[in-house]
């Protein structure tokens, strides 16, 4: 069991690190897991890889707190009227939330529709490497086209609704193909329609959570919820990590995007997705 522990805290560092870069927090949980094995059934561990996330979305409410809780009196700069009610209604803060639900529908509506046959036909380690490859060469691309132009939208409340729509399909190409890394599509996406690089992070990050609670609630559905003490353990356990872990690299690629682009995570993806192509194309060699 201690092993087990060992081997769920290094698989909830790697989710608290990748899944905010844009590097792919799947792709790099399953090929961790060829390496770090759970001793737990196969339905458990592909639980597992999507519901430790939680922990990870956890750490942008932390964070993001009083950008994201709409109600309050205190700093409401836009109340929704005069009575005690309305002063209590942060309005820029609802419609933000209701850009975030526009941006999640391509993604939950594939995603109750596919999520089964994604899981049987896309989640292995071929996909993820082909994945790292293509959207490592479409980051190196889109942002040497992007150098030395100036972002149109440079905060939340200029996105309009069109726009976060036209985000969330990027981030359904993520949903279909594991390793291409939901960050990495929603922050091409928005760069290349003329988001800035921070507001494309930050809107990310807000993304995230209803598309990992919805996630994370269809996979605890499908497994059911009749945990044995060893499986709440290392699924805590691994949220517990990837929190902690997450509260650092949000603020470290928070303060990394204003003064850089995203080439250097481009690079690594193809030199991994490289890497992996030859590992398992050995492997099935050998076999």
Known sequence: ????????????IVEGVTEWLPISSTGHLILVGEFLNLNKSDEFKEMFDVVIQLGAIMAVVVIFWKKLWPFGRKNNAHPLNKTPFGKMIKTDIFMMWFKVLVACLPAAVIGLVLDDWIDEHLYNPWTVAIALIVFGIAFIIIENWNKGRKPKINTIAELGF????????????????PGTSRSGATIVGALLIGVSR?????????????????????????????FSGSELAVLLTGMVVAFLVSIVVIKFLMDYIKKH?????????????????IYFGAKALIK
């Open 1 to 12: 069991m201690i092993w087990e522990i060992i081997k769920t805290i290094i698989l909830g």
């Open 162 to 177: 069109n726009t976060a729509f036209i985000i969330g399909v990027f981030q359904l190409i993520a949903a279909i193909f």
């Open 198 to 226: 921070t507001v494309a992070a930050e809107f990310t990050f807000y993304l995230a959570i209803p598309v990992m609670f919805g996630a994370s609630l269809l996979k605890l559905v499908k497994f059911g919820f009749n």
């Open 261 to 277: 682009d995203f080439k250097v995570f481009g690079w690594y993806r193809i030199v991994l997705g490289i890497l992996v192509l």
